[in-house]
């Protein structure tokens, strides 16, 4: 059996009820409205932060941008010398210090030959670019073409000459310096002023490796 006792008097009563919180809509949307004005001036805050900072950017820029034009200028300057250094150093790399073996030449013209003209001309190879392959391309090179003309006399002006085109072969000074060394041609000569009835003209053609230009 279990007994219940209020303590409590009857002026402590108190009745529980829910407490209902009415917000009228002119408070909603006055609500509704400073939250968008606090908002929208921290948006012009900001957008003002950011309009100085470009502002001063400009300003800055336009301190600068003369001088960073200058500095364009300049380094474009320097690459096309560069460019241009290089290509005189592959000029001057491939080019040929001819005293060199016109004297080595002149010491091999036995005593019954005499060489009346020479002639060089050069040519410029272009290197085939394989577009499969990266880097750089390869460098151009330059050949030389030799023509030498002259007379053979003497009574054995026919060996003579083919004897000086075979020196010409095998002389050690032009060795890596020539690719080919050809007689071209060897007849007799028709000259009137030739005195000697053994005498010969001959040409020799010769080509030069190829020397790259770099």
Known sequence: MSIRVNLLMADEFRQSSTT????????MVMAGVGVFVVLLAMGAAKFLHVTRGLA??????????????ELTK????????????G?????????VAWNEPLTQLASLVPRDIQLTKM??????????IDPTKLG???APSRQYHIRLDGLANGEFSDKTAVDFVKTLKTEPAFEGWLESVQL????KSTSRRSEDPNERIFRVDMVSVAREMK
Do not use: F
């Not at 001063?56 to 034009?69: H, P, T």
């Not at 002639?119 to 085939?128: A, G, N």
């Open 20 to 27: 209902k919180l009415d917000i009228s809509p002119r408070a």
């Open 56 to 69: 001063m950017a400009e300003d800055r820029w336009s301190e600068i941008a003369v001088e960073y034009d």
């Open 74 to 85: 300049v380094e474009e300057d320097l690459h096309a010398n560069q460019v241009i250094e």
């Open 87 to 95: 290509e005189l150093i592959g000029w001057d790399n491939s080019s």
């Open 119 to 128: 002639t060089v001309k050069c040519d410029v190879l272009l290197p085939r």
């Open 136 to 138: 750089a391309p390869p």
């Open 184 to 187: 071209r041609g060897l007849q």
